[in-house]
Each structure stands twice: as structure tokens, then as C-alpha cells.
């Protein structure tokens, strides 16, 4: 049974840091490209962040560049998204995701085959 399981959103203050960790099992997490995409209501899903199977290459929206920092480690079949300098923008709930069997990273959600149910970011000005 495949699971991604998100952890450590929680609401914080503008200017802030956190860290979201999602655990995988269920499939062959370290052949898996892996990102991040959060969703607001009565907004469509968008892309955050994404990594190759290695951790080699990793992508980000122009809107997180330079504050989040996605990772990745193999043993612990984990995905982590660092995030720093937070906004209220920033609030939305984060989803990771997983495309099996992949050498590349994509922004496009429909490339992934198994997401988690989310982690509530709530940023507060």
C-alpha cells in the first residue's frame, strides 16, 4: 500500500522557518522524483518544489526561490521542504508527491502518480 505522509505544518509568524517532512513506503522511493505543491481555497494546486531520485537536481516557483530548499534522504525514504523567511502567501496546504521510475523532475502535477494528504502551512502577518 503506498503511503506519503506529510508532517510539521503549524502556524507561525511572517519571517519565520519551518520544515515539512513527508515519509514514503508503499513503492521504490529512491528511483522516485519527489516534490512539493500546496494549494489554497478556491485556488488550483501549484508547484513549490521538486528532486530527482538522487537529490542531483532539484527545481523551484519563481515565488520560493531562494527560501525553500527541498532534500531528500534515500534510507529514510523522507522528502523534506526547508522554509525560511515565510510570508502570508505562503500559507496553503502542502502536499508532497511522487513520480515513479523517474530521471527527471517536473512541475506538472499530472506527472506524478501518488500524493499525501497534506500538511496545513498557516503564516500570520
Known amino acids: 500500500q503506498v503511503q506519503l505522509v506529510e508532517s510539521g505544518g503549524e502556524l507561525v509568524q511572517a519571517g519565520a522557518s519551518l520544515r515539512l517532512s513527508c515519509v514514503a513506503s508503499?513503492?521504490?522511493?529512491?528511483?522516485?522524483?519527489m516534490g512539493w505543491f500546496r494549494q489554497t481555497p478556491g485556488k488550483e494546486r501549484e508547484f513549490v518544489a521538486a528532486?530527482?531520485?538522487?537529490?542531483?537536481?532539484?527545481d523551484y516557483a519563481d515565488s520560493v526561490k531562494g527560501r525553500f530548499t527541498i532534500s531528500r534522504d534515500n534510507a529514510k525514504k523522507t522528502v523534506h521542504l526547508q522554509m525560511t523567511s515565510l510570508k502570508p502567501e505562503d500559507t496553503a496546504v502542502y502536499f508532497c508527491?511522487?513520480?515513479?521510475?523517474?530521471?527527471?523532475?517536473?512541475?506538472?502535477?499530472?506527472?506524478?502518480?501518488?500524493w499525501g494528504q497534506g500538511t496545513q502551512v498557516t503564516v500570520s502577518s
Open positions: 508503499g513503492f521504490t522511493f529512491g528511483s522516485s522524483a
Open positions: 528532486i530527482t531520485w538522487s537529490g542531483g537536481a532539484t
Open positions: 508527491a511522487a513520480e515513479t521510475f523517474s530521471l527527471r523532475i517536473t512541475k506538472r502535477q499530472d506527472e506524478y502518480e501518488y
